[in-house]
């Protein structure tokens, strides 16, 4: 079993900022990219970012120069600093990690957290 928690999510102004976490634990070998996704509400779930293990960065063009992932290979985090927020950032954003899960078995499967709402206000 692997486990994404993610954490920081809220209510802020448009203009402001928010800090989203996510830890992956459980029965993991090793991870691969790292991401976060979001889904507005009737919407399909996006990209918003997404990181490789070596540090590689992917950004929706939605939110380049605003938005900065980052992880942390020991601790088995991602981080999403999330700056200048609009109204139209409004979702729920999820972690997004591949997963290899034991040593002998080659292959990466996704894993997904619960969501963490993030609401702008105009």
């Known amino acids: 079993q692997v486990h994404l928690v993610e954490s920081g999510g809220g209510l802020v102004q448009a203009g402001g900022s928010l800090r989203l976490s996510c830890t992956a634990s459980?029965?993991?070998?090793?991870?691969?990219?790292m991401g976060w996704y979001r889904q507005a509400p009737g919407k399909q779930r996006d990209l918003v970012a997404t990181?490789?293990?070596?540090?590689?960065?992917n950004y929706a063009d939605s939110v380049k120069g605003r938005f900065t992932i980052s992880r942390n290979n020991a601790k088995k985090t991602v981080t999403l600093q999330m700056n200048n927020l609009k109204p139209e950032d409004t979702a729920v954003y999820y972690c997004?990690?591949?997963?290899?899960?034991?040593?002998?078995?080659?292959?990466?499967?996704?894993?997904w957290g619960q969501g963490t709402q993030v609401t702008v206000s105009s």
């Open positions: 997004n990690a591949a997963v290899r899960t034991t040593a002998v078995i080659y292959g990466y499967s996704p894993f």
């Open positions: 990181i490789t293990d070596g540090g590689t960065t």
């Open positions: 459980g029965s993991i070998f090793s991870i691969n990219d």
